[in-house]
């Protein structure tokens, strides 16, 4: 495609429901990335993947957040039992590879009553 | 944690005047990278700056990077009230991959 989609675009789930985001990248993109944009905050990196591996995951929040992208293209986010806290905008970003420029989707915003 | 801090937190000119705005970083880096998010919308690329390059221009853009302050200044030359947005700065932390922003500059461009 043109550029990265994710979808929904808006969510909002009861606390304690689980979620899960979609991520389509831009084609032949090899890398793929998630971060996590609080209120009036810069985002915040959450987990990278090359290809299929994940390669960095240390910035998940909790054992409750799984990323994964079996076939190297699409990739999901699932959030297990959302908190309140967990309300933000999930951004998803694609690149070439290391040390090129990422291209970000418009964001899924999270709203967890 | 956030790598970087955006100086001024917030930025109101007239519309034909010039915007400058200044990311401070605190480790070493390969690039570094300016975005603009709209409100509700997502970041766009504005343009990567590689450490070993100090000036970079695209458009009415205008960056700069100064590797032994750990500094960098985004310059938009002739604002228009389109050009009203935060503006974050992101390095590479050197790890060559994940990004590590700042809290962003929010630009108002009055008409």
């Known amino acids: 495609g043109a550029g990265v989609s994710q979808s929904p675009r808006y969510k909002v789930a009861k606390r304690g429901q689980d979620v899960a985001l979609r991520c389509d990248p831009i084609?032949?993109?090899?890398?793929l990335f998630w971060y996590q944009q609080a209120l009036g905050q810069g985002p915040e990196f959450l987990t990278y993947?090359?290809?299929?591996?994940?390669?960095?995951k240390s910035g998940l929040p909790s054992d409750r957040f799984f990323a994964e992208r079996p076939e190297g293209s699409v990739s999901t986010l699932k959030i297990q039992r959302t908190q309140q806290e967990d309300s933000a905008v999930y951004l998803c970003?694609?690149?070439?590879?290391?040390?090129?420029?990422?291209?970000f989707g418009p964001g899924t915003r999270l709203t967890v009553l | 944690s956030q790598q970087g801090e955006e100086d001024p937190q917030a930025l109101s000119i007239q519309e034909g005047e010039n915007a400058t705005m200044n990311c401070s970083y605190k480790?070493?880096?390969?690039?570094l990278q300016w975005y603009r998010q709209n409100s509700g919308r997502g970041l766009v690329h504005l343009i990567l700056?590689?450490?070993?390059?100090r000036e970079k221009h695209s458009g009415r853009l205008r960056v700069t990077l100064d590797t032994s302050k750990k500094s960098s200044s985004l310059l938009i030359t002739a604002s228009r009230a389109a050009d009203t947005a935060s503006y974050f700065c992101?390095?590479?932390?050197?790890?060559?991959?994940?990004?590590?922003f700042g809290a962003g500059t929010i630009l108002r461009v009055k008409s």
């Open positions: 084609s032949g993109h090899v890398s």
């Open positions: 480790t070493s880096i390969n690039n």
């Open positions: 700056i590689r450490s070993n390059e």
């Open positions: 970003a694609s690149s070439r590879g290391s040390y090129n420029e990422q291209f």
């Open positions: 993947f090359q290809n299929e591996a994940q390669l960095d």
């Open positions: 992101a390095t590479d932390a050197g790890y060559g991959n994940k990004l590590v």
